[in-house]
DNA sequence: ATAATATGACACCTAAGGGTTTCACATTTA
DNA sequence: TAAATGTGAAACCCTTAGGTGTCATATTAT
C-alpha cells in the first residue's frame, strides 16, 4: 500500500488542455503559482484550481518556499497512460499501418 | 484536408472510465450498441452518448447493418495521445528510472 | 400481418467542471 | 512598521457531462 491516496484518476488529469499545457511549463522547470498564473488569461484562482486537480492526480507537488508556493512535475501517474496505451499497440503495428495507408490515400472502399 | 472534423478531443474522449471500456470491448471485437450496453449497468442511451463522443473523437465508427448499428474500433487518434507521452518520455529515463526505485522503496528523505 | 427487436430522437434532471470576485492572512521588502 | 506581494479560502455562476425515461420508426422473426 503507497501513494494510493490519487483522488483523481489521471486521464481526467490530462484531459483538459490547460492542464496540459501546465504540466508542459513545470517540465522546463519548477514554478510558484503567480508565476504558472502569468502564462494564462485567467485569474489564479483558476489556476490553483488546476494545481490541485494534478496534485490529486500525482502530476505535481507543492512545497512553500517563504511566502509563495512552488509546484514540480511528478512523471510516475503517467506510466498508467502509458500502459494502457500499450495495450493498444499490439493492434498498431497489426492494422495501424495498414488502416494508416487507407486513410491518407483516403476511400478505398467507394 | 482529411479526417479533421473531429469535435471530441481524443484526450477529452478518454478521460471518462466508461468510454475507455467501451474501447476495450471494442478491440477485440466489432459490436452492436444493444450488445455494448448489455455490458454495463446503465442505459442505451447514456451508452449511445458515450459512442457519439467517441466517434466525434475518432476512436470509433459505427455503420448500420439492417436494423442494427455496429460499431468498432479506430485506433488513429492514440497517435496523439502517444506522441503526446513520448515528449515526457526523455525526462523518464532521466529521472523516472531513479525515482520510480525511490518510491517503490518509500520515503528516503525522511 | 403481427410481434419483437434495435435504434433514433427528444425532453428532462442533477452534479460537476471551469471560471469569476472578494476578503483575509502571512511574508517580504522599502 | 507600512506597503506590497503571494497565497488561502469562500461564495457564487453558468455551462456541460452523464445520466434518466418516453415515444416513434425501421427491420426482423413468427
Given at each position: 500500500?503507497?501513494?494510493s491516496?490519487?483522488k483523481v484518476?489521471?486521464f481526467?488529469?490530462?484531459?483538459?488542455?490547460?492542464?496540459?499545457?501546465?504540466l508542459?511549463?513545470?517540465?522546463?522547470?519548477?514554478r510558484?503559482?503567480?508565476?504558472?498564473?502569468?502564462?494564462?488569461?485567467?485569474?489564479?484562482?483558476?489556476?490553483v484550481?488546476?494545481?490541485?486537480?494534478?496534485?490529486e492526480?500525482?502530476?505535481?507537488?507543492g512545497?512553500?518556499?517563504?511566502?509563495e508556493k512552488?509546484?514540480?512535475?511528478?512523471?510516475?501517474?503517467?506510466?498508467?497512460?502509458?500502459?494502457?496505451?500499450d495495450?493498444y499497440?499490439?493492434?498498431?503495428h497489426?492494422?495501424?499501418?495498414?488502416?494508416?495507408?487507407?486513410?491518407?490515400?483516403?476511400?478505398?472502399?467507394?
Amino acid at each position: 500500500m503507497s501513494e494510493s491516496l490519487k483522488k483523481v484518476d489521471v486521464f481526467q488529469a490530462i484531459a483538459d488542455p490547460t492542464r496540459r499545457d501546465v504540466l508542459r511549463l513545470l517540465a522546463s522547470k519548477e514554478r510558484s503559482i503567480a508565476e504558472i498564473t502569468s502564462n494564462y488569461d485567467m485569474s489564479r484562482t483558476a489556476i490553483v484550481k488546476h494545481l490541485k486537480v494534478l496534485t490529486e492526480a500525482g502530476l505535481v507537488t507543492g512545497q512553500k518556499l517563504g511566502r509563495e508556493k512552488v509546484y514540480h512535475l511528478k512523471l510516475e501517474p503517467l506510466t498508467e497512460v502509458k500502459q494502457w496505451l500499450d495495450y493498444y499497440e499490439q493492434f498498431w503495428h497489426n492494422k495501424l499501418s495498414k488502416l494508416k495507408f487507407l486513410v491518407e490515400n483516403e476511400n478505398e472502399d467507394k
